[in-house]
Nanobody, 119 residues
């Protein structure tokens, strides 16, 4: 059974830091591109950061560049999102995503974790 379990969300003050984790199971983690997405009510889900299978390529939304860092540990089947200097506009539900396109396309989502940035 495929599972993506996010953790680490919560309440943080503007300018603070938070680290999200996503523990994967039920599939070959090292063969999947991993990414973090976020969604606020009434808006479409947006990609925040992505990382390739071996971790040597990452990409970020412009809104989080220089503040967020995505990383992965293929021995622990876990992907992380380090969030620094958070802003109120970072408030959202954050979702972990796993995807592969070869030889077949598979996409998995976690259940989400709430991040609230507020003083």
């Amino acid at each position: 059974q495929v599972r993506l379990v996010e953790s680490g969300g919560g309440l943080v003050q503007p300018g603070g830091s938070l680290t999200l984790s996503c523990a994967a199971s039920g599939f070959t983690f090292s063969g999947y591109t991993m990414s973090w997405h976020r969604q606020v009510p009434g808006k479409e889900r947006e990609m925040v950061a992505g990382i390739n299978q071996n971790g040597d390529f990452t990409n970020y939304a412009e809104s989080v560049k220089g503040r967020f860092t995505i990383s992965r540990n293929n021995d622990l089947d876990t992907v992380y999102l380090q969030m620094n200097n958070v802003k109120t506009e970072d408030t959202a539900v954050y979702y972990c995503n796993a995807a592969t396109w070869s030889p077949n396309r598979y996409v998995y989502w976690g259940q989400g974790t709430q991040v609230t940035v507020s003083s």
